[in-house]
């Protein structure tokens, strides 16, 4: 979810890269995702700092495993 809008269909061919790093303590989990852009969608119209982001991860036919809620920063 990106800004409350599902983009796994849009996001998932054009994702080169996630890393999704579980922290201890008191530290904050890190989400971090690399997208092809070709097209310039993104260069456009950038991720706004603030915006709500969220994860699950899983294998297609199989129930996901939710990451956590995150903040562009």
Same mark, same amino acid.
């Given at each position: 979810?990106?800004?409350?809008?599902?983009?796994?269909?849009?996001?998932?061919?054009?994702?080169?890269?996630?890393?999704?790093?579980?922290?201890?303590?008191?530290? @904050?989990?890190? =989400?971090? %995702?690399?997208?092809?852009?070709?097209?310039?969608?993104?260069?456009? +119209?950038?991720?706004?700092?603030?915006? @709500?982001?969220? =994860?699950? %991860?899983?294998?297609?036919?199989?129930?996901?495993?939710?990451?956590? +809620?995150?903040?562009?920063?």
């Amino acid at each position: 979810m990106y800004g409350g809008t599902q983009v796994a269909g849009n996001l998932t061919a054009h994702s080169q890269h996630v890393h999704y790093d579980e922290a201890v303590g008191d530290k @904050a989990n890190v =989400l971090e %995702i690399q997208v092809e852009d070709s097209a310039h969608a993104w260069a456009n +119209n950038p991720p706004k700092i603030g915006t @709500a982001l969220s =994860l699950s %991860i899983g294998y297609q036919g199989q129930s996901l495993v939710s990451c956590g +809620n995150f903040e562009v920063d």
